[in-house]
C-alpha cells in the first residue's frame, strides 16, 4: 500500500531572510496511509499546526516536497487547488467556525454551494448528517443558539458534506468541557473506523493519544519520535515486535513531554529505586483512588499493598503499608476541612442581604450583555456568580460552566454569550465589586 500523504525534507520558515527569520519546520520527513488515525502531539509552538496546514494546502513549504495522492499540490492551479479542497481534503477548527447569521443545515451545506450541487440534494445530505450526530433538532437554529459540543459537532458535519478522502483536526476539543470532549473525539474515531477516512489531529492532551494509530511528537520544528500505539491494528507495515507496549511506551502516556532518553532513565530509576513496575504503579493509584473516595479502609489498602509479586501486589510489609495508608487518610481527612470552611465561607453569600446584591449583579450583568434569562438560569447565574466573586471558581470555570448545555447542569447559554458574560463580570470584579 502506498502513503497517502508522502512528506521529505519539509521546511517551512518565515520571514526568510529578515533579522525575524524562524524555522517553524526544520526539515521533517513522514509519511501517512489511507485510513489511518494519526496525531501530531506536543506544546505550543512546536510545529504541529504548521505541519497541518502545509498539508490543507495553504502554507506553502519553503523547501522539501509534500505530496498527496501521489501529487505536489503546490503545483495545482487555482481550480485544481479548489477541487483538491473540495473533494480530497477537509479540516475541523478549534473555533468551529460556523457562519452566525445562517442556520445550522445551511452552515453544514454551505460547501456543497461552491461545489455546485442543488439546494434540495444541499438539504438532503446535511440533514443526513446531522441526524448522524444527534443535533438534527438544531436545524434551523442559528450557532448562537447552540452549545459549544453542539457546535463541534455541526462543524463535523460540515467538514464531512462533501465526503473527503482525508479529515484535518486542528485542537478540535479545545474549547470544549470534557463530556462535550469525549463526543466529539469518538465521533472522530467513528469517522476513521466506519467511514474508513484518514484522520490527521493536532493536539497537546496525552489524554487523546490511545485514539490514533500511530503518534509523532514534535518539538521546535521537527518530529523528536514516532510511537505506534500496540492496541490498535496497524496499517503501515511494520517490524515485528515493534507493537510491542513496553514500559517506555506506558511511560510516554504520563510523561508525554519529555524526549527518549529521559523516559529511559525512569525506566532505569524505577527499576533501581523501586523494584516495581509500571502495574504496580497502576494498582498503587487504584488504591488511592478507592480510599478518597471511602470505599476501602486503611486496613484493606495495607493489606492489598502486602500481596506478593507472583499475583501482581508488591510484598509491602503491613506496618509500612498502614502508614501509607495513614498519611492517605491524614491528606483526605484535612482535604474535607478545606471543603467545609468553603461550605461555610459560601453560605455567607445566601443570606437575604448578599442574595440581593448577588440579583442586581445578574441583572447588571444580562442587562449589558443582552442575554436572555429564564427562571432557571436566573437561580444557575445566581448561585455560579457567588462562587466567582467569592472566589471558589476561576474565570476559565465560570466561562466553562455558562457554555455547558443546561441539561448537563450548565448555564445553557451560547460560546459567545459566555465569553461576553465572563469578560464583562472579570471587568466588574478587577474594579473591585464588594458584595
Not at 479548489?82 to 445550522?104: A, H, K
Not at 452549545?147 to 473527503?164: C, E, F, H, Y
Not at 441583572?363 to 442575554?371: A, I, P, R, V, Y
Amino acid at each position: 500500500m502506498k502513503p497517502i500523504i508522502e512528506i521529505k525534507d519539509l521546511k517551512v520558515i518565515y520571514n526568510e531572510g529578515q533579522s525575524n527569520e524562524y524555522a517553524a519546520l526544520r526539515g521533517e520527513s513522514l509519511d501517512i496511509y489511507p485510513e489511518e488515525y494519526i496525531i501530531l502531539f506536543g506544546p505550543s509552538g512546536c510545529g504541529k499546526s504548521t505541519l497541518l496546514y502545509s498539508i490543507l494546502g495553504i502554507l506553502a513549504p519553503t523547501s522539501g516536497t509534500l505530496l498527496v495522492k501521489g501529487e505536489d499540490v503546490y503545483k495545482y492551479n487555482s481550480d485544481e487547488m479548489v477541487r483538491f479542497q473540495q473533494s480530497v481534503i477537509s479540516i475541523i477548527y478549534q473555533s468551529f467556525n460556523l457562519i452566525p447569521s445562517l442556520t445550522t443545515i445551511d452552515n453544514v451545506g454551505l460547501p456543497l454551494i461552491f461545489a455546485g450541487v442543488p439546494p434540495g440534494e444541499r438539504e438532503r445530505r446535511a440533514m443526513a448528517l446531522l441526524k448522524r450526530f444527534g443535533v438534527e433538532k438544531q436545524a434551523r437554529k442559528i450557532s448562537t443558539n447552540l452549545s459549544g459540543g453542539q457546535m463541534q459537532r455541526i462543524a463535523v458535519a460540515r467538514s464531512l458534506v462533501n465526503d473527503p478522502e482525508i479529515l484535518l483536526a486542528d485542537e478540535p476539543v479545545g474549547n470544549l468541557d470534557s463530556v462535550s470532549s469525549a463526543e466529539v473525539m469518538d465521533t472522530l474515531e467513528e469517522i476513521n473506523v466506519k467511514d474508513k477516512k484518514t484522520i490527521i489531529l493536532v493536539t497537546h492532551d496525552a489524554k487523546f493519544l490511545p485514539y490514533a494509530h500511530r503518534v509523532y511528537f514534535m518539538k521546535d520544528g521537527g518530529v523528536e519520535r514516532e510511537v505506534i500505539n500496540p492496541e490498535k491494528k496497524q496499517i503501515k507495515s511494520v517490524s515485528p515486535g515493534t507493537t510491542i507496549l513496553t514500559e517506555i511506551e506506558k511511560l510516554a502516556r504520563i510523561y508525554p513531554y519529555i524526549s527518549i532518553e529521559e523516559l529511559k532513565v525512569k525506566s532505569i530509576v524505577n527499576y533501581l529505586t523501586q523494584d516495581i513496575g509500571i502495574e504496580q504503579i497502576e494498582l498503587v493509584e487504584k488504591l488511592v483512588e478507592m480510599m478518597i473516595e471511602g470505599k476501602i479502609t486503611k486496613e484493606k489498602f495495607a493489606q492489598s499493598l502486602m500481596v506478593p509479586f507472583s499475583r501482581g501486589g508488591l510484598e509491602i510489609p503491613f506496618e509500612k503499608s498502614l502508614i501509607m495508608a495513614q498519611k492517605i487518610e491524614n491528606i483526605v481527612s484535612l482535604a474535607r476541612e478545606i471543603r467545609q470552611y468553603r461550605t461555610r465561607l459560601q453560605e455567607k453569600y445566601a443570606s437575604p442581604k448578599q442574595k440581593e446584591r448577588i440579583a442586581d449583579l445578574r441583572k447588571m450583568l444580562t442587562s449589558e450583555c443582552g442575554l436572555a434569562v429564564d427562571e432557571y438560569k436566573k437561580r444557575w447565574l445566581d448561585e455560579n456568580l457567588a462562587s466567582r466573586v467569592a472566589g471558589f471558581i476561576t474565570m476559565e470555570d465560570f466561562l466553562d460552566r455558562l457554555s455547558i448545555m443546561s441539561e448537563k447542569n450548565g448555564g445553557g447559554f451560547s460560546l459567545k454569550e459566555a465569553r461576553i458574560a465572563s469578560r464583562y463580570l472579570e471587568k466588574l470584579i478587577a474594579q473591585g465589586v464588594h458584595l
